[in-house]
Nanobody, 124 residues
Framework: QVQLVESGGGLVQPGGSLTLSCAASRSIFRIYAMGWYRRAPGKQRELVASISSGGSTNYADPVKGRFTISRNNVKNTVYLQMNSLRVEDTAVYYC??????????????????WGQGTQVTVSS
């Protein structure tokens, strides 16, 4: 397993932006597909975005056009740029490593490594 540490969450007003980071402990990070998930209060965890080892990306419909997932294999870090945030984006966001990037649905099947989560609150 690889250890993951998320950062970048916080409180933001509707329409604002945040960038989440997920730093991995292992240098072989570059071979891992990665995913960002979120869990809102009272709801099940849902996949938000995923990225393959080669940089292909996929997004859940509610965040398409607003969120961007990217990776820096030198820094062993994956990012989630979140723009035009909405109240309904409020959740704890988790990154996941070592899963399977799929061409079908779901676009990503989670691996065994999870971060501790970072809270994102969108409120006026």
């Amino acid at each position: 397993q690889v250890q993951l540490v998320e950062s970048g969450g916080g409180l933001v007003q509707p329409g604002g932006s945040l960038t989440l980071s997920c730093a991995a402990s292992r240098s072989i990070f570059r071979i891992y597909a990665m995913g960002w998930y979120r869990r809102a209060p009272g709801k099940q965890r849902e996949l938000v975005a995923s990225i393959s080892s080669g940089g292909s990306t996929n997004y859940a419909d509610p965040v398409k056009g607003r969120f961007t997932i990217s990776r820096n294999n030198v820094k062993n870090t994956v990012y989630l740029q979140m723009n035009s945030l909405r109240v309904e984006d409020t959740a704890v966001y988790y990154c996941n490593a070592g899963g399977t990037y799929n061409t079908g649905s779901p676009s990503y099947t989670a691996g065994a490594s999870w971060g501790q989560g970072t809270q994102v609150t969108v409120s006026s």
